[in-house]
């Protein structure tokens, strides 16, 4: 929590600078432990706090939509929550309508997973 721990302080702030940086106008984020400081914390940054267990596919299936990249900044996350992602993405290529011309390969080109291990 922001609220409780210089560490979860500065990677909000990171992912804000990043989400600044790039130009990303959509923003999101989701914790199962999300506190209503994080919550209002995120808000203040721009960012949307989304419930943890629909965060994955409601924010894949947007920016796959969209054609948009996808940034997923995920710090201390577990290997499942990580192919969790991937998993998300693949199901909103797969919902696509026919004759669309996205495919896996060139989603996952524009999608970005910023964490600490994949282990």
Known sequence: SVELSNSSSC???LAWLLAERLGLRHCAWADPVMRPADSAAGLALGFQAMDSEVALGQVAAAAVAAGAPLLLYMPHCDRA????ALAAVGAAVAEL?????????QRLSGTVFV?????
């Open 81 to 84: 929550l990580y192919e969790r």
């Open 115 to 119: 964490g600490n291990s994949f282990s």
């Open 11 to 13: 990677q909000l702030a």
């Open 97 to 105: 309508p026919a004759g669309t011309s996205q495919t896996l390969p």
